[in-house]
């Protein structure tokens, strides 16, 4: 007995149907669209930006690093203000060595004499005695600017930086005729309180 059964030829891309018309894949079950293509439909919806956690932690970690500069700032600024101060101060205690060496002698009789300084006119009454000397200053206070001026109002300094200037006969018994200077600033500071700082020097009058 002889059958002859109808062929039916399938395609690679024709799948064959299910029985309830669907289409099926090699395995005979019906085909299912992937949840890849799903996800990446979701994700091209969203629109792109930046959460409000994320701005407010970019505005803490900007705001740390902001004071921290600040900081770093101000003490720059105070450390180059006190070197530039110093080194104001250094220069005036120069000039007034200088003016002090370079003073005019007079009246000299006997190992007293008078030394009269040129720029500050700083007048040193010198007496020796053997191996006793004795020194008479005037003015042994006065206030002075960066540029070694004499600021005769101190009330109208302004922004302008000043600085005292504080005179005094070094040890009679010594035998050495010499002026002790001292600079402190600020110029307005009371003697009894500390000074923002100070410099000192014994400078050495000039003899007949």
């Known amino acids: ?6 062929l039916k030829i399938w395609h690679a891309d024709c799948p064959p149907e299910s029985p309830n ?3 099926k894949g090699t395995s005979g ?36 690093a902001l004071v921290s500069m600040l900081g770093l700032l101000s003490v720059g600024l105070k450390n180059s203000r006190k070197a530039s101060i110093q080194i104001a101060a250094a220069n005036i205690l120069s000039a007034i060595a200088a003016d002090i060496q370079s003073a005019d002698i007079s009246n000299a009789n006997n190992g007293e004499y008078v030394a009269t300084t040129r720029k500050l006119k700083v007048k040193a009454s010198v007496s020796a005695n053997g191996q006793s000397t004795r020194i008479s200053i005037t003015p ?3 206030t002075v ?11 109208n300094m ?9 005179l005094s006969a070094a040890s009679p018994n010594s035998g050495l005729a010499a ?8 110029a307005n500071i009371p003697d009894n309180k500390q000074p923002e700082g100070k410099l000192d ?8």
């Open 1 to 6: 007995m002889r059958f002859d059964l109808p």
């Open 21 to 23: 018309g669907s289409p």
């Open 29 to 64: 079950r019906p085909e299912q669209i992937p949840s890849v293509t799903l996800q990446k439909s979701s994700s091209r919806m969203r629109s792109p930006g930046f959460t409000l956690i994320e701005i407010a932690l970019a505005m803490a970690i900007f705001s740390f």
């Open 140 to 142: 042994q206070t006065f």
């Open 145 to 155: 600017d960066e540029a070694c001026t004499l600021v005769n109002d101190p009330g």
């Open 158 to 166: 302004g922004l302008l930086k000043t600085f005292r200037v504080m």
């Open 179 to 186: 002026i002790s200077v001292q600079i402190r600033w600020p």
């Open 201 to 208: 020097s014994l400078v050495a009058l000039p003899s007949p």
